[in-house]
Each structure stands twice: as structure tokens, then as C-alpha cells.
């Protein structure tokens, strides 16, 4: 035998059409996918975002030096070439180029890198054309020496006499 079904056409009030209902649940999985990959993305990009010019610096056990806005950087590197930044300059461009600086950015910082191969005269070279650029705050700039922790470098104290 076979059963018969009423339709909701057919006046049968048992079969309700529902309401759309919109779900609540947010899928975040593309969200974290997308994050994922940005993320990877500022990984490889972060590193290649420093100084391009490749300068072997010299070790020193000087403190770094904090500052507010981002200095305009020389660098010297083992071929005596000379950059601002990532730009290759003559040393009477670089002169033009660091006047045309000062007049907009009177107070702005320079740094100094010198690879520890160069003649230290070149570097005092350099040096003077930033200071006749009108620059005054001025740094060399060094890699950080590893601490020694086998010895201590601090001084012996005198003894007190009473």
C-alpha cells in the first residue's frame, strides 16, 4: 500500500515552509589564511629593508643611541665608494646633494658607516663634507661587540683608607 504525503500547495498544514535564518558564525579560516601569508610576507620583506649598502663595520662596545626620526645615512663601503642611503654619490654630489638636505631639514641626524677596510683619512673626508653641508649631529656607526663575561672589564676600586 502505499502512503500518500500532503503537500503544503494542497491545503496541508503539517509541512511549513521555514524562515530564512542567517547564521551567526563567522569562518575565520580565510581570515588566517590571509594573515598567514601576510605574515610570511613581512618575514622574508623586514630584513631587506635595512641599508642596501653592504659595509663590513667595525666592532665597539659603545651603547646605541635612541633618537625620534629616522637618519639620513653615509656609507663608505671596502671599494671607497660613497652612498646616501642606497644612491651612489661623487663626493661633490654628495656635498650638493646634503646642502640641498640641510635647507629643508636643518636639525636631521646623519650616520656614518665606514667598512673597516677603508683608508681612515677617506672616512675624515666624508666627514668634512657633511659638517661643511652645515650638518652638527653627527655618528659613526659600528656593529656591537659580543660581551666578554669570562673577565670583568671594570676597574679595580681603590681601597679605602679610615
Avoid: C, W
Wanted: charged residues 25%.
Amino acid at each position: 500500500m502505499a502512503a500518500i504525503i500532503p503537500s503544503a500547495a494542497a491545503g496541508g498544514g503539517r509541512f511549513r515552509r521555514r524562515r530564512y535564518q542567517p547564521i551567526a558564525d563567522i569562518n575565520v579560516t580565510p581570515m588566517v589564511d590571509v594573515m598567514l601569508v601576510l605574515l610570511v610576507i613581512f618575514m622574508i620583506t623586514a630584513p631587506l629593508l635595512q641599508v642596501g649598502v653592504p659595509v663590513d663595520l667595525p666592532k665597539t662596545s659603545a651603547q646605541q643611541i635612541g633618537g625620534k626620526d629616522e637618519p639620513l645615512v653615509v656609507s663608505v663601503n671596502a671599494k671607497d665608494e660613497v652612498f646616501l642611503g642606497d644612491t651612489k654619490y661623487d663626493i661633490d654630489e654628495l656635498s650638493t646633494k646634503l646642502k640641498a638636505v640641510h635647507e629643508e631639514k636643518p636639525d636631521q641626524r646623519v650616520f656614518i658607516r665606514g667598512d673597516k677596510a677603508i683608508n681612515y683619512g677617506r672616512m675624515m673626508q666624508v666627514m668634512g663634507v657633511v659638517i661643511d653641508a652645515g650638518f652638527r649631529q653627527l655618528g659613526l656607526l659600528g656593529e656591537q661587540a659580543e660581551p666578554t663575561s669570562s673577565k670583568s672589564t671594570a676597574p679595580a676600586q681603590p681601597a679605602k683608607r679610615r
